[in-house]
């Protein structure tokens, strides 16, 4: 488990993430900092609703004895209503909807909650190509998302219990590639072929920019090169000074 760090008022805050994703990471501890200028978020009770996610602040002793605050999320594979240490799962739909509303250049995205629900035909959950379309919300927490049929032939003429509503951390279960476009602004369609996005357009139909799996994977694997390299170059550099040291011996 990875460990992210910091102190926040005096007070030690860490972190727990089963991914290396510093930046998300980075950027929650800095939202509680910020928060906390406003703010008790060592209160029992605070929730910090930020992006997709909440967070919460948990009260323990580290192994000196020492408070520790530690950040937990929503148990989203288990239990929404429990709470879980390792924030990775919270990190990772935060990284993809940042890297998503970065690529397709959007200067005002529209959050979405994970409690918020979003309109399902029955019968797109299953099928190979899908597509999600997001039109003003009728109310407090509907997203206004849809997730329907691809060249649907009936579509407008569905029955009313061809649907089901539920919440989008739902779309973990049949299309997880989905939840990186939920920031995305009304008017947003996004078209995929089985986990794979391969269509974004704007209101207007204007094709928005997007990364791809491939692309993703690429850059996955040029950074942990570059990671690999410098390990490298470190044990090099070690072994060097240690053979100057035994010279000078």
Same mark, same amino acid.
């Given at each position: 488990?990875?460990?992210?760090?910091?102190?926040?008022?005096?007070?030690?805050?860490?972190?727990?993430?089963?991914?290396? &994703? #510093?930046? *998300?990471?980075? /950027?929650?501890?800095?939202? @509680? $900092?910020?928060?906390?200028?406003?703010?008790?978020?060592?209160?029992?009770?605070?929730?910090?609703?930020?992006?997709?996610?909440?967070?919460?602040?948990?009260?323990?002793?580290?192994?000196?004895?020492?408070?520790?605050?530690?950040?937990?999320?929503?148990?989203?594979?288990?239990?929404?209503?429990?709470?879980?240490?390792?924030?990775?799962?919270?990190?990772?739909?935060?990284?993809?909807?940042?890297?998503?509303?970065?690529?397709?250049?959007?200067?005002?995205?529209?959050?979405?909650?994970?409690?918020?629900?979003?309109?399902? &035909? #029955?019968? *797109?959950?299953? /099928?190979?190509?899908?597509? @999600? $379309?997001?039109?003003?919300?009728?109310?407090?927490?509907?997203?206004?998302?849809?997730?329907?049929?691809?060249?649907?032939?009936?579509?407008?003429?569905?029955?009313?219990?061809?649907?089901?509503?539920?919440?989008?951390?739902?779309?973990?279960?049949?299309?997880?590639?989905?939840?990186?476009?939920?920031?995305?602004?009304?008017?947003?369609?996004?078209?995929?072929?089985?986990?794979?996005?391969?269509?974004?357009?704007?209101?207007?139909?204007?094709?928005?920019?997007?990364?791809?799996?491939?692309?993703?994977?690429?850059?996955?694997?040029?950074? *942990?090169?570059?990671?690999?390299?410098?390990?490298? $170059?470190?044990?090099?550099?070690?072994?060097?000074?240690?053979?100057?040291?035994?010279?000078?011996?």
């Amino acid at each position: 488990m990875i460990k992210f760090q910091g102190v926040i008022k005096g007070k030690n805050i860490r972190m727990y993430s089963n991914v290396p &994703l #510093k930046n *998300a990471g980075t /950027a929650v501890l800095k939202t @509680l $900092n910020a928060v906390a200028s406003k703010v008790d978020i060592f209160k029992p009770g605070f929730i910090l609703n930020y992006g997709w996610s909440s967070f919460f602040l948990d009260k323990r002793k580290d192994n000196d004895g020492k408070d520790i605050y530690v950040v937990q999320t929503v148990d989203y594979e288990n239990n929404i209503e429990m709470r879980t240490d390792n924030c990775g799962l919270s990190l990772v739909v935060q990284n993809m909807q940042m890297n998503t509303n970065f690529r397709a250049k959007v200067k005002k995205p529209e959050p979405t909650f994970y409690k918020d629900k979003i309109l399902v &035909l #029955k019968e *797109a959950i299953g /099928a190979e190509d899908v597509y @999600l $379309n997001r039109t003003d919300a009728a109310k407090n927490g509907d997203s206004g998302w849809y997730f329907g049929l691809l060249n649907d032939e009936n579509e407008g003429s569905h029955s009313d219990d061809e649907f089901i509503q539920v919440p989008t951390y739902e779309l973990m279960k049949f299309r997880g590639e989905a939840l990186r476009v939920l920031q995305m602004p009304v008017g947003t369609l996004a078209v995929f072929h089985k986990n794979e996005m391969t269509a974004l357009v704007d209101e207007n139909d204007n094709p928005l920019d997007f990364s791809t799996r491939d692309e993703r994977e690429q850059a996955i694997a040029r950074k *942990a090169a570059a990671e690999s390299a410098e390990k490298a $170059n470190s044990a090099s550099e070690n072994e060097e000074n240690t053979d100057s040291e035994k010279t000078e011996e």
